[in-house]
């Protein structure tokens, strides 16, 4: 399928879930939103559960390519700064307008009864926890680096998921302050760095 219409069906997948929700995001409203006949996504992606695989699948790589930018840009390589890098890039502009945001929750609410979709959100949680931890190693323990990680991809997951669902939708900078003092409080109790 040619790269141009994947996309554009993904945005059209991503506006109908923000218009109406993902129930009555049906094939036929996506398609009109797109553009194109129903037959299309069918024969695509098997339907409309094979394109929100595909929708989050992008999603889940635009914040991967965040996160790997702000570490990249980052020119300190130490911990809290590879740490504050994460979190920038779990709400970063492409994870958190209103399509996405709602796309998001959509996801969560049927991974819990699709295995493909819920696959997608084990790698993701999987590769929050893994990149966290591995920051968090380099100070600490192991058991208290893998207990650090997890309180902080909880915040982080509870301020996108509280944010998401407030009316005005996420305030991304006052999320990250609120995970940033959360990542402080994590740093000043940990003993002294492991070498």
């Not at 307008?97 to 696959?119: C, D, E, I, N, Y």
């Not at 997890?150 to 915040?155: E, K, R």
Request: contains cysteine; proline residues 5%; glycine residues 6%.
């Amino acid at each position: 399928m040619e790269p141009i219409r994947r996309q554009q069906l993904i945005q059209a997948t991503m506006a109908a879930i923000d218009e109406v929700g993902l129930a009555d995001a049906t094939v036929a409203r996506i398609a009109r939103h797109a553009g194109v006949s129903a037959g299309i996504i069918s024969h695509y992606f098997g339907g409309k559960d094979g394109l929100l695989e595909a929708t989050m699948r992008r999603i889940l790589s635009d914040l991967g390519d965040a996160v790997a930018a702000r570490r990249r840009d980052r020119p300190d390589d130490s911990p809290r700064a590879q740490l504050q890098a994460i979190i920038e890039g779990n709400f970063d502009r492409s994870q958190v307008t209103g399509p996405v945001a709602k796309t998001w929750l959509a996801f969560w609410a049927s991974s819990m009864h699709k295995p493909a979709l819920q696959r997608l959100q084990q790698v993701n949680d999987r590769r929050l926890h893994s990149n966290l931890c591995a920051q968090f190693r380099r100070l600490m323990p192991r058991d208290e680096a893998h207990r650090a990680a997890q309180a902080l991809a909880a915040v982080i997951d509870g301020l996108w998921l509280r944010g998401a669902l407030t009316p005005e939708g996420l305030d991304a900078k006052a999320a990250r302050r609120t995970a940033l003092a959360t990542l402080d409080q994590l740093l000043d109790a940990a003993p002294h760095p492991v070498h």
